[in-house]
Every structure is written in structure tokens, then in C-alpha cells.
């Protein structure tokens, strides 16, 4: 049976031939195997593609266990990872800096940054990890780079709102990551690729309190994409800067949800944090592995009609819920 391999398939099979590092090719077969048709004709291919792919992620496992790790590889930590990526001097650092601890470099020359720097940033309980990546040119970006790109679960696109080729930078970006398929159709990620839709990147405009810069941000919005958010700041605007936390939260697109023993006040101290759309079986799963078996009601507080309301066990939380679960 003939296997008639689609256009996308081709473009991803490509893609791992001119794959330099381990992390890319592991990329390239997981868009193979997640566009390949799925059909007889193609069940040998797509064993063959399975089968590459655990060989390049236990080699992965072993450099990571001999300390020869991916420059680019950053661990997760907190409520998310966002990675910010745009052209050199455009505020990145500047702006992980002022919204972090992280020790970043901040310099008029470009390139100052060479490898990702990851800082934590606070936002009201709960840390969420900002990744300072190296910068990008027209067309270019550093090997490795995309797969930790890929890997995140949000995307800052950074522009200078001050430079003249604000506007210039800001497509070359986008027409970068969609050439290296980190910017995706909804319908190849729902097929198992990584990578990240509109919906989940956001273009932050920074250095909006030097000249030129209102202008240019008129601009930059008249050009984006629709889906794609803008978000001006500045890091000398302390408000600026509290409206952007939020707004990184919100991109995430995640709840935090507290709990509440029986008879007692809720814990507001560490809140669970799970993905909108949650619901209370879900956050049961968060709690204990075994809770969702043993589930036998919930209260809520909250987003429930009332105080303390029982609720079923599909009942979709809200941010800042209280959930008591009764096992």
C-alpha cells in the first residue's frame, strides 16, 4: 500500500536531515510521526520513526547523566516557563532582570547574552520562571535554540518599542519561528507536535519611555497578527512592569486552586496550580493519585453559587477557588 506522504510530512522529514543537535532531531521525528498519515501503508515507517526516537532520547538521558547536558536545556521550576526571544539590544535582559533575581547582563553592545539565564518572578503567591534567551537576527538563531523554545509553555516576543525597526524586527521574529515550526497551526499540536499557537505568545514592546516610542507602538499595533497580543513596558515604570506579571499569568492560562480540610480554614499558603478548564477530579489527581478513585463529594468556595456548595465531580474550577474534598 502506498504510503502518499503529505507536503507536511516531507517539510518535518527535511527538517531532521538538516537537524544538528539532538534535541532538533528529536523535535523533527516528534512532528513526523505527529503529520504522518495514519494508515497500513505507513505502519512500518511509523515504527521505524518510534524507534529512532527512543535511541535519540535515551542517548539525550545519558549526556544529561555524564553532565553533558544541552546548553539550551532549562529546567522547569514554578508555576510555568516563559521564554523570551526577539533581536539583540531589543530589552530582554533588561526586562528578565527587573522582573527576577536573575543575574543577567545588560549591555549596549549586542549578543551579550550567549546562553539562556533563567530567573523566577513573583506574582502575588506563586513564582513563574522567565528564560532570557540569546538573541535572534534576520533568519538566524542559535543551534538548540528552538527545541527549548518549543519546550516552553508561553513565549514573550520582545521588540523595541524606541527603534526605528521595531516593526522590522518584530516580523522577522515571527517569520523565524514559524519557519522553524515553533509557531504552529492549533491542528498539528492537537496531532501530538510541540510548539506553541498565537494564543500563547504575546509581543512585549519595551524601552516605551524613550522617544519615538509612542509612535512606534501605534504602528506595531496596526501590523500584528490577529490573536496576538501587545503589551507596552518599560523598566522604569514600576507600573508598567506589575501590569506585565499579570498579563504573563494570564497568557499561561492556569488557576490556582486552595484547599480546605474538613472543620478547618482553608490553606491560602502554596496553591495548587492547574490549566484552565480544570475540574474537581482534576485537582484531586493534583492532591493524591489515589484520590480520584476514592472521590466521593467536594465543596466549594469561591466561584460556587453559595459558600461551601457541593459541586460534581466535572465542576470546572475557577482561579483562587477553595475546594474541600471528601474521600
Known amino acids: 500500500m502506498p504510503a502518499n506522504l503529505t507536503p507536511q510530512y516531507l517539510e518535518a522529514e527535511q527538517a531532521f536531515k538538516e537537524a544538528k543537535t539532538i534535541p532538533e532531531k528529536i523535535a523533527a521525528l516528534e512532528e513526523m510521526l505527529a503529520v504522518i498519515p495514519k494508515h497500513k501503508g505507513t505502519e512500518k515507517l511509523q515504527a521505524d520513526i518510534k524507534r529512532r526516537l527512543a535511541k535519540l532520547?535515551?542517548?539525550?538521558?545519558?549526556?544529561?547523566?555524564?553532565?553533558?547536558?544541552?546548553?539550551?536545556?532549562?529546567?522547569?521550576?514554578?508555576?510555568?516557563?516563559?521564554?523570551?526571544?526577539?533581536?539583540?539590544?531589543?530589552?530582554?535582559?533588561?526586562?528578565?532582570?527587573?522582573?527576577?533575581?536573575?543575574?543577567?547582563?545588560?549591555?549596549?553592545?549586542p549578543f551579550s547574552t550567549v546562553l539562556p539565564v533563567a530567573g523566577m518572578m513573583e506574582f502575588e503567591d506563586i513564582w513563574i520562571q522567565l528564560v532570557d534567551m540569546p538573541p535572534v537576527t534576520s533568519g538566524e538563531m542559535p543551534p538548540g535554540m528552538a527545541g527549548a523554545l518549543r519546550n516552553a509553555d508561553a513565549l514573550l516576543i520582545v521588540a523595541d518599542a524606541s527603534s526605528d525597526d521595531c516593526l522590522d524586527q518584530l516580523e522577522d521574529v515571527l517569520s523565524l519561528l514559524g519557519e522553524k515550526r515553533i509557531l504552529r497551526d492549533a491542528t498539528e499540536l492537537e496531532a501530538g507536535a510541540r510548539g506553541h499557537t498565537l494564543e500563547d505568545c504575546m509581543v512585549v514592546a519595551t524601552k516605551t519611555d524613550l522617544p519615538r516610542a509612542q509612535d512606534n507602538l501605534a504602528i506595531i499595533r496596526e501590523y500584528l497578527p490577529p490573536g496576538l497580543e501587545m503589551v507596552p513596558a518599560s523598566v522604569r515604570s514600576a507600573e508598567s512592569l506589575e501590569g506585565l506579571r499579570r498579563r504573563v499569568f494570564e497568557l499561561l492560562g492556569i488557576i490556582r486552586i486552595y484547599t480546605k480540610v474538613p472543620g478547618q480554614p482553608p490553606d491560602m499558603g502554596q496553591p495548587f496550580v492547574l490549566k484552565k478548564g480544570s475540574t474537581v477530579l482534576d485537582m484531586a489527581a493534583a492532591v493524591h493519585r489515589d484520590f480520584p478513585s476514592r472521590l466521593k463529594s467536594a465543596r466549594i468556595w469561591g466561584s460556587a453559587r453559595f459558600d461551601g456548595q457541593s459541586v460534581p465531580r466535572d465542576y470546572v474550577l475557577h482561579d483562587r477557588d477553595v475546594v474541600e474534598l471528601h474521600v
Open 57 to 109: 532520547r535515551d542517548e539525550s538521558e545519558r549526556k544529561a547523566k555524564t553532565g553533558r547536558q544541552d546548553p539550551f536545556l532549562v529546567e522547569r521550576h514554578g508555576a510555568g516557563q516563559v521564554a523570551l526571544v526577539g533581536f539583540p539590544n531589543s530589552g530582554k535582559s533588561a526586562l528578565v532582570g527587573a522582573l527576577t533575581r536573575a543575574k543577567v547582563t545588560v549591555a549596549d553592545y
